[in-house]
């Protein structure tokens, strides 16, 4: 069965830091592409970031561009979002998801985590 | 950027109605990949639709109530005979292109 755990999330102040992590089960966690999606309070769905696989080819949307990192590390399945320069907009819960994988035919998020909550307040 | 735009923003449907929810998008998707998601409160979303070039596959234990096209710009999911917990948000995505990947910004279905 395949498992994505989010972890990481909380209450930061405005220009803060902070670290969420997916810990992944269930799948040959190296060989999917991955992202992290946003939902504010309220809101749609958001596209944050992705990495591929292997961890060699980032992309991020426009408004975390510089302050937003993505890794990976394939020994522990496990993915990252460090999240620098917070902003009050960036509060949102985090889910990560699998990306579409051409090989295997999984089509995009056809696994979610239960999300983190983060929280940017003074 | 594909910009997705769906409506109608609300619906509110009776169970045993057939509901039509759509997607626009700001380019042609033929060629591309259209995924559709439910979200119940508080859950996190769930595949329901993907495809490329108009397929309209089931996700996983997804039953055939749910179908899904598209046609150029116009996506439409269509959910028939209605039951009481297909009321959730709907959203569109498309991942036809390198990022960024867009979302719609949903349709909520409420059965009456």
């Known amino acids: 069965e395949v498992k994505l755990l989010e972890s990481g999330g909380g209450l930061v102040q405005p220009g803060g830091s902070l670290r969420l992590s997916c810990a992944a089960s269930?799948?040959?966690?190296?060989?999917?592409?991955m992202s992290w999606v946003r939902q504010a309070p309220g809101k749609g769905l958001q596209w944050v970031s992705g990495i591929s696989g292997s961890g060699g080819i980032t992309h991020y949307a426009d408004s975390v561009k510089g302050r937003f990192f993505i890794s990976r590390d394939n020994s522990k399945d496990t993915l990252y979002l460090q999240m620098e320069s917070l902003r009050v907009e960036d509060a949102a819960i985090y889910y990560c998801t699998n990306e579409y994988d051409f090989w295997s035919g999984t089509p995009w998020g056809d696994h979610w985590g239960q999300g983190t909550p983060v929280t940017v307040s003074s | 950027e594909i910009v997705l735009t769906q409506s109608p923003g609300t619906l509110s449907l009776s169970p045993g109605e057939r509901a039509t929810l759509s997607c626009k998008a700001s380019?042609?998707?033929?060629?591309?990949?259209l995924a559709w998601y439910q979200q119940r409160p508080g859950q996190a979303p769930r595949l329901l639709i993907y495809g490329a070039s108009g397929a309209s596959n089931r996700a996983t234990d997804i039953p055939d109530r749910f179908s899904g096209s598209v046609s150029g710009t116009e996506c439409t999911l269509t959910i028939s005979r209605l039951e009481p917990e297909d009321s959730a948000v709907y959203f569109c995505?498309?991942?036809?292109?390198?990022?960024?990947?867009?979302f719609g910004q949903g349709t909520k279905l409420e059965i009456k």
């Open positions: 269930g799948f040959t966690f190296s060989s999917y592409g």
């Open positions: 380019q042609s998707i033929s060629n591309g990949f």
């Open positions: 995505l498309q991942y036809t292109s390198s990022p960024p990947y867009t």
